[in-house]
Every structure is written in structure tokens, then in C-alpha cells.
């Protein structure tokens, strides 16, 4: 699965990634990269840091939301 | 504000849209010397029940995207239960050819998810753009309009 070392850094560190709750997190691997108050800026340095190499930009959640989808579209490709 | 007003198809308030990299994909391709995808032309439905935006799998591959993030959606062909979908940095423009008129959108996260052509769109717009726009769906004029 891709992302998948990542998302489970991201579920270690969540307690402490809360403090900065609401704002962007950036995952490579197994290490957070830095934090940014924007989705964009946090795109941005993954690309600058880490080029064509897998990275995870994630919104710092308490709680991991589902996201409702009215029309009937398909499961996806993980 | 610029604005956007188009009629209202069959489906709904469907325009088109265009979906590329960001502007940092765009240069870190360049960096390499190696060749930047055109932008995708779709039928992007403009959906306030849909909380984050969605495109099909289609368009990142044309794009050659790699995932940067993933997420959990729930639908109706789901059910109760939910499923994680990949999640991919791209651009998004929506388009109005005939007045010339382009909104760009430079870094939005978009979901994948396998459209039925019953639903006569390749791309949803949902709430995730729409908290930053004006949109109006005049049903009696049977025209939208969408400003940003």
C-alpha cells in the first residue's frame, strides 16, 4: 500500500502532532519533516525535500475524518 | 471576484475543468529534464453533499501522480462502511471557453474514486473548494454560477 510507513508515523506521533492541530503535516519514511500552517506549503517542501521520493501531507486531526460522497462512486485503488 | 456562469445540464452544474501538477511538481520535473504532462480536460460536477473533491483514477494516471496522501470517504455504494482512497496534490481550473474565463485553483488535495458514466462527470467539486467561493444555482434561469 503506498504511504503505509508513513501513515503509521503519522498514527505514532499523533499525540504529540496534536499540539499543532488543524495545521499540515509533512511524513517521509518514518520522520516528520516540519509542520506549516498551509496544505500548499507543506506540498511544496515535500517536493523541494524529498523530489520524486513517496511523502505524506496530512491535516493534523484529532480524529480521523470521513469524508461523505453523496453519488454512488466506486471504492478505489489504495 | 472573477465569475463563472454557465447553464445547467441534465446532471447538474457540471463545467469544465482542467487538472494538472502544481506548480511544484511542475518545476522539480523540470529540474529533471523530464517532460511535464498537459493538463486534463473533465466534466467536473459542482457538489455541495460531497465533502471533499474527487477525481477519477484515470487523471492522475495521465498525470503520472504518485500519492501524498490518503483518506477515509463514505458513499452510498459503501454502505456503513468506509473506504480509504489515495490522495493526490494537483491544479485545478475551472473553465468557461466561450467568455474566456479560467479560476484557478494552484494546490488542492483530491481523492480518487471510479465515476459510473451514468453520472456524466470525471471530476467532483465539493466543499473543499466551495469554502472558498461564491455559488449560486438559479434553477428558474436554469444556470449556475460560481465565483472565486
Known sequence: MALER??????????????????????????????????????????????????????IEEHEPVHYIRLPVQSCRT | ????????????????????????????LEKHNMPVPARVSARGLIDTGASLSLVDPKIPQQLGLSPTGKVSIKTVSTGHETHDCNEFDVSI????REDEIELLFPYMPVAESTFHPAEGCEVIIGRNILQDCLFIYDGRARTFSFAY
Open chain 1, 6 to 59: 508513513e501513515l503509521e508515523a503519522y498514527r505514532k506521533k499523533l499525540p504529540e502532532l496534536l499540539a499543532h492541530k488543524g495545521k499540515y503535516v509533512l511524513i517521509h519514511g518514518e520522520s516528520v519533516a516540519g509542520i506549516w500552517d498551509t496544505y500548499q506549503k507543506a506540498v511544496e517542501e515535500g517536493y523541494s525535500q524529498f523530489e520524486l521520493s513517496p511523502f505524506l501531507v496530512k491535516r
Open chain 2, 93 to 96: 481550473t475551472l473553465l468557461n
Open chain 2, 1 to 28: 471576484m472573477p465569475y463563472l456562469t454557465l447553464p445547467l445540464s441534465d446532471f447538474g452544474p457540471i463545467t469544465e475543468v482542467l487538472i494538472g501538477v502544481t506548480n511544484a511538481k511542475r518545476s522539480l
